[in-house]
């Protein structure tokens, strides 16, 4: 069975530009989760999708960022206008139990 | 607030037994995680407690105490291969919720 898929694996952009991560869960799990781990620092919730529905995003730092799940499936993250302190690893997770299994991350670098 | 702390880095020597702590302050609590994590890889899951005790799973243990908001990670025979960053996390609301991740502890086993 395929795991969690991000997409890119790496991004470098210019601050000021937009930058879209893609996350495919893993097939049949209605929970998926945004997460990211600036450098030197602990993995931060961003937030979670039940389904196409955003359960909670609470952990969204400003309105740069937007999370979108058309269909329940597979799911985007949007930085735009990017800045710089928006450089890390931005990892997504899906679940359908307690157990969640993460993607490899998409590690994106503002300049 | 939301805390949780590790020791940031352990050393082992292969064969022996490491216990990493996890001590956490949560607004609420509904289980405990452990996530491996290699350099430039995705966590991965370890163990799960939700209820105080010891859950064991083959060189793996785990261990609650949620009165004293506290966890270890038991691993028992090291291999060279578990050098890696061991992450404590703890789902502080209901089911499929926010995850607080700790710092992780960096352990290395040296032959």
């Known amino acids: 069975e395929a795991g969690v898929t991000q997409f890119p694996s790496h991004s470098v952009i210019e601050k000021g530009q937009t930058v879209t991560l893609r996350c495919d869960p893993i097939s049949g799990h209605d929970n998926l989760y945004w997460y990211r781990r600036v450098m030197g620092k602990e993995i931060k919730f961003l937030l979670h999708f039940v389904k196409e529905s955003k359960q909670d995003e609470s952990g969204m730092p400003n309105n740069r960022f937007l999370a979108e799940r058309t269909g329940g499936t597979y799911s985007t993250l949007k930085v735009q206008p990017a800045e710089l302190e928006d450089s890390g690893v931005y990892f997504c997770a899906s679940s359908q139990g307690h157990e969640q299994f993460f993607g490899p991350g998409t590690r994106l670098t503002v300049l | 607030g939301q805390n949780i702390d590790q020791p940031t880095e352990m050393t082992a020597t292969e064969g022996a037994i490491v216990q990493i702590n996890c001590t956490y302050q949560?607004?609420?609590?509904?289980?405990l995680f452990w996530y491996q994590q290699h350099a430039g890889e995705a966590p991965t899951f370890l163990s799960y407690?939700?209820?105080?005790g010891l859950e064991e799973k083959g060189r793996f243990s785990s261990f609650l105490s949620r009165s004293k908001g506290y966890s270890y990670l038991l691993l028992k025979e090291l291999q060279m291969k578990d050098s890696a960053s061991y992450l404590c996390a703890v789902r502080d609301r209901g089911y499929g919720q926010n995850f607080v991740f700790g710092p992780g502890t960096r352990l290395s086993v040296l032959p």
């Open positions: 949560t607004s609420g609590f509904n289980g």
């Open positions: 407690n939700v209820l105080d």
